[in-house]
């Protein structure tokens, strides 16, 4: 297969370097192949002439060797190597086995600032987040405000820069586990993109935003079994129904209704002090009404899903704070 005719069947467009080197799996024999780097990805021709890859972000070292253990004794060689297998790979000139390594190297030890640039374990965490999580579950489940007391600032940003750096090599027997924790939390905060899939984003912001729309209600129960599925590692192909799987595993959907309460209970507080917010969720401009299809509002989503009765009925509820806690947990435990 010729190189450009390789270059189209692979598909990329930010290649970092391409061409022919020599390979050895585990215990296999060395033979010759065609490489293509780019981004965190190794691709590689396989036996049967059909590109494989290697997903770098999940290598655990990577090592040079020398001569003795290269293809024909002809020069050093490096061997990448994860849970379950390595490959050892050499250039045919030892300077372009150093760049090579050098390349492959800065993708292994490296992370960016975006959850799909971190180094990831053999189940798809990121390192940093499953090192922090184990650390703080094996040394600090008996700490007082784990997740809440802050750390050094100065010893959390030194933590921090460790693990962008070289996720693999750090050690977090010298650090406390309020610090460790403070670092999961500023990694969390400070990256660039968002920790939720992007496809159900829009439903999280909208859900902030105090209305919900029956579309943006069906997105958020549909993310809630989404990540149900993911914790109970059920797949589609084992074709369950959502009401099946929560039949199974005996529970009922609660995102919404939790979001719901969080709002009622909030409001509640808002409405007794009876100040400028009060004003505003309540108040009306002194214009024309507009033509169309009126936007729901903040009171209209919270009236219907506390039970059947008017906007007004609702608001002379919240005067009462035992019969306003009264009405949000029934709603809770009946409502959707």
């Known amino acids: 297969m010729a190189p450009v005719a390789v270059m189209e069947h692979v598909g990329m467009i930010d290649i970092q370097f391409a061409g022919y080197a020599y390979m050895k799996e585990l215990v296999n024999e060395w033979r010759q192949t065609?490489?293509?780097?780019?981004?965190?990805?190794?691709?590689?021709?396989?036996?049967?002439?059909?590109?494989?890859?290697?997903?770098?972000?999940?290598?655990?070292?990577?090592?040079?060797?020398?001569?003795?253990?290269?293809?024909?004794?002809?020069?050093?060689?490096?061997?990448?190597?994860?849970?379950?297998?390595?490959?050892?790979?050499?250039?045919?000139?030892?300077?372009?086995?150093?760049?090579?390594?050098?390349?492959?190297?800065?993708?292994?030890?490296?992370?960016?600032?975006?959850?799909?640039?971190?180094?990831?374990?053999?189940?798809?965490?990121?390192?940093?987040?499953?090192?922090?999580?184990?650390?703080?579950?094996?040394?600090?489940?008996?700490?007082?405000?784990?997740?809440r007391t802050a750390g050094q600032s100065s010893r959390v940003q030194a933590l921090l820069d460790s693990f962008r750096k070289d996720a693999l090599s750090v050690s977090l027997s010298e650090f406390p586990i309020s610090e460790v924790?403070?670092?999961?939390?500023?990694?969390?905060?400070?990256?660039?993109?968002?920790?939720?899939?992007?496809?159900?984003?829009?439903?999280?912001?909208?859900?902030?935003?105090?209305?919900i729309s029956k579309q943006i209600q069906n997105k958020l129960e549909a993310a809630e079994m989404w990540f149900l599925r993911r914790m109970l590692r059920i797949p589609w192909t084992a074709k369950k129904t959502n009401e099946r799987v929560l039949n199974e595993e005996n529970k009922r959907r609660s995102l919404v209704r939790t979001i719901r309460k969080r709002q009622a209970t909030f409001l509640g507080h808002v409405m007794r002090r009876g100040k400028l917010e009060h004003l505003v969720t309540t108040g009306k401009f002194e214009e024309k009404r507009s033509g169309g299809r009126q936007r729901e509002k903040i009171m209209d989503g919270l009236a219907s899903w506390l039970g059947p009765g008017k906007v007004s009925d609702t608001l002379a509820a919240v005067k009462d704070r035992v019969l306003w806690r009264d009405m949000i947990a029934n709603a809770y435990k009946q409502g959707t």
């Open 181 to 211: 924790a403070d670092t999961l939390k500023r990694f969390l905060r400070e990256l660039d993109d968002s920790v939720f899939e992007r496809i159900y984003y829009p439903a999280w912001i909208s859900a902030a935003a105090w209305t």
């Open 34 to 147: 065609f490489l293509v780097f780019s981004w965190r990805i190794l691709k590689f021709m396989n036996k049967d002439l059909k590109f494989d890859y290697i997903d770098l972000r999940k290598a655990s070292s990577i090592r040079m060797q020398d001569s003795s253990n290269g293809y024909q004794n002809q020069g050093p060689c490096f061997v990448i190597s994860s849970t379950g297998w390595s490959v050892y790979l050499q250039a045919s000139l030892p300077r372009d086995t150093e760049k090579m390594y050098n390349c492959l190297l800065g993708a292994i030890t490296t992370s960016g600032s975006t959850l799909s640039d971190q180094a990831l374990t053999s189940n798809d965490i990121p390192v940093i987040v499953d090192r922090c999580i184990t650390h703080v579950e094996v040394h600090g489940l008996m700490e007082t405000g784990v997740y």
